[in-house]
C-alpha cells in the first residue's frame, strides 16, 4: 500500500502560480512512477502529467506543457507540481497517483491521494 496526501491548493488570481506538494508514505515511494491529474466539477478527471521513478522524464498534458513542472524528490518521498501563467480553466481538484508504469491513463495507477482544490479566478 502507498497512501498519498496532496496539499497545497487554494484560490489564486489568473496568472498567478502555485505548487501543489503530494508525499508518500508505505511502500517504496521510488519504486513508482507518479501522476498528477485533475477534475473539474462535471468532467471526467484529466491527465495532467507524469514523472518516472527515476525523475529523469516527465511528460505533460498539450493544456498544461510550459506553464506545469512536476519534480520529485524520492529522499523526502515527495512529488510536486508547479503550476504557472495560472488559467480560470485550471480550476479544479487536482490529484496525484502512484503506479508502476504511469501513463496519461487514469487506469495505470495503483494509488490515489484525496486531491486538494486548486481555484482560479479571473
Known amino acids: 500500500q502507498v497512501q498519498l496526501i496532496e496539499s497545497g491548493g487554494g484560490l489564486v488570481q489568473a496568472g498567478g502560480s502555485l505548487r501543489l506538494s503530494c508525499a508518500a508514505s508505505?511502500?517504496?515511494?521510488?519504486?513508482?512512477?507518479m501522476g498528477w491529474f485533475r477534475q473539474a466539477p462535471g468532467k471526467e478527471r484529466e491527465f495532467v502529467g507524469v514523472?518516472?521513478?527515476?525523475?529523469?522524464?516527465?511528460y505533460y498534458a498539450d493544456s498544461v506543457k510550459g506553464r506545469f513542472t512536476i519534480s520529485r524528490d524520492n529522499a523526502k518521498n515527495t512529488v510536486y507540481l508547479q503550476m504557472n501563467s495560472l488559467k480560470p480553466e485550471d480550476t479544479a481538484v487536482y490529484y496525484c497517483?502512484?503506479?508502476?508504469?504511469?501513463?496519461?491513463?487514469?487506469?495505470?495507477?495503483?494509488?490515489w491521494g484525496q486531491g486538494t482544490q486548486v481555484t482560479v479566478s479571473s
Open positions: 497517483a502512484a503506479g508502476e508504469t504511469g501513463t496519461w491513463n487514469v487506469r495505470a495507477y495503483d494509488y
Open positions: 508505505g511502500r517504496t515511494f521510488n519504486n513508482y512512477d
Open positions: 514523472i518516472s521513478w527515476s525523475g529523469e522524464t516527465a
